[in-house]
Nanobody
């Protein structure tokens, strides 16, 4: 059974940092596209970052503050979040896609991903 499990969320003051982890199990994800999305109350799930074949992609709102990385030996992907803002507060989800073939814009779409974690809450106090 394929599972993605996020951890590392919590409460942080504005300007602080958090590191989210996503551990994958059930199959090897080394060649998958790995992504992070987030969803705030009353809003749609939105793209945050993705890693594909050594290339990384970021939403404009987090560019320069967030960094996605992965450790294939541990089947784990990370999201380092710095200079957090109250508007970053959301449930953060890890996602994996066996293949995304086509425009880079497809990385930004939740429907492009095959597997999802349960999410981890990030709360940023002002």
């Amino acid at each position: 059974q394929v599972q993605l499990g996020e951890s590392g969320g919590g409460l942080v003051q504005a300007g602080g940092s958090l590191r989210l982890s996503c551990a994958a199990s059930g199959r090897t994800f080394s060649s998958d596209v790995m992504g992070w999305f987030r969803q705030a109350p009353g809003k749609e799930r939105e793209f945050v970052a993705a890693w594909s074949g050594g290339s990384t992609y970021y939403a404009d709102s987090v560019k320069g503050r967030f960094t996605i990385s992965r450790d294939n030996a541990k089947n784990t992907v990370y999201l380092e979040m710095n200079s957090l803002k109250p508007e970053d507060m959301a449930v953060y989800y890890c996602a994996a896609a066996r293949m995304i073939d086509g425009s880079v814009r497809l990385y930004y779409r939740p429907r492009s991903y095959d597997y999802w974690g349960q999410g981890t809450q990030v709360t940023v106090s002002s």
